[in-house]
């Protein structure tokens, strides 16, 4: 069993940012991991209370070890002897999600819903036929049921279809715990805490069946930055900070001629690193910015079916929608729209298309 609590890791990182807007990741992750230390330990006192056996362990302790990319840290190995030994001795083994140490022996922790990766790398590490993660809902739906009250749950989804609905914003499963199912062939049913309605499975199969969901995102930034001059140097020099700050940029699109004048999206959560950039490292860059909303319409075989990208040019048709940019693949429609969408849109997409 794992454990992770969200509203915890809320409340930590508001007092970790009334102390500073940009705190030193390392100490973040030593911060947030403690809620996790706390939950577990009073689940372990309360089952033993109640007579079953049960013994907490924190990510370091359950032997996840991870990469040196705090915040954001990879698991790089499990040695499970130390579960293995308390499951021989018929105890209830509770690790804390969400974390691990690295190689300096300090504290990371894996992202936000990473306890769901957390949860799935353990049982491919403990060689489990199947995990099951339980949440605040009770499986995938065709779009989010707390906006959408037509949204429809889906019985069965591939990883491949899950992976992209987690890449978009979705926040059922984190999108690592996706990887490593799929990785290592690990069905992941999801399921209600409250509740012992059927889940969703998240396997190998995949279904030719359309679209399987739709996603949008509102934190989404589109930035423009300009400056007086422009080299390509110049240009691969602001790129190569934005990602050594971990700035992750995309839909990048350079107008540069003469002047630098460069365009790309981050997410909304990133404003903060990269005011920080500008101010410290890039003085001369003038930047704007505005929130815009993505559109992820997911599902397998979608890109060889023009009606549905004939009804979606409808339906911004019909509203008037202003379109930045639309992406395809083989799994899903991508659309930046250059304002925010209302949930009446959202609503129109969903049941125009499912």
């Not at 996706?178 to 409250?194: A, D, E, L």
């Not at 509203?319 to 899903?332: F, G, P, R, V, Y």
Request: charged fraction near 25%; aromatic fraction near 6%; charge should be negative.
């Amino acid at each position: 069993m794992f454990l992770h609590n969200g509203k915890t890791t809320d409340k930590l990182l508001k007092e970790a940012k009334e102390l500073d807007d940009l705190p030193k990741e390392r100490e973040l992750d030593v911060l947030l991991s403690s809620g996790e230390q706390i939950s577990m330990s009073k689940l372990s006192i309360l089952l033993n209370k109640l007579g079953y056996p049960a013994i907490s362990l924190t990510g370091w302790q359950a032997g996840i070890y991870t990469d040196n990319n705090y915040q954001e840290a990879i698991i790089e190995e499990i040695d499970t002897s130390r579960i293995q030994k308390e499951l021989e001795e018929n105890k209830i083994v509770i690790v804390a999600g969400f974390q691990g140490v690295n190689s300096n022996d300090d504290i990371t922790t894996l992202g936000r819903g990473g306890s769901d990766t957390t949860a799935v790398a353990l049982a491919a590490s403990l060689q489990a036929k199947q995990c099951y993660i339980f949440s605040d809902v009770d499986g995938v739906y065709t779009t989010d049921p707390n906006k959408i009250p037509s949204a429809q749950k889906l019985e069965n989804i591939s990883y491949d279809e899950m992976l992209e609905i987690s890449h978009e914003g979705a926040k059922v499963l984190h999108h690592r715990c996706v990887q490593v199912g799929r990785k290592y062939h690990i069905p992941i049913i999801t399921g209600s805490t409250f509740n012992n309605k059927l889940g969703t499975i998240i396997n190998d199969t995949l279904e030719n069946t359309l679209v399987k969901s739709i996603v949008k995102n509102d934190d989404i930034l589109l930035v423009n930055l300009k400056q007086n001059t422009y080299s390509i140097k110049m240009l691969q020099e602001v790129l190569s900070k934005l990602i050594s700050q971990q700035i992750l940029i995309e839909n990048l699109i350079n107008n540069s001629k003469y002047q630098l004048d460069i365009s790309f999206t981050i997410k909304a959560i990133d404003l903060v690193k990269l005011e920080h950039l500008l101010e410290t490292e890039l003085p001369e860059l003038e930047m704007n910015y505005v929130g815009i909303s993505k559109l992820a319409i997911i599902g397998y075989g979608i890109m060889n079916n023009n009606q549905i990208l004939e009804k979606i040019l409808e339906i911004c048709k019909l509203n008037n929608l202003d379109i930045l940019a639309i992406q395809t693949s083989e799994l899903k429609i991508l659309i930046l729209f250059k304002q925010k969408l209302s949930l009446n849109i959202l609503e129109q997409f969903h049941n125009e298309l499912i």
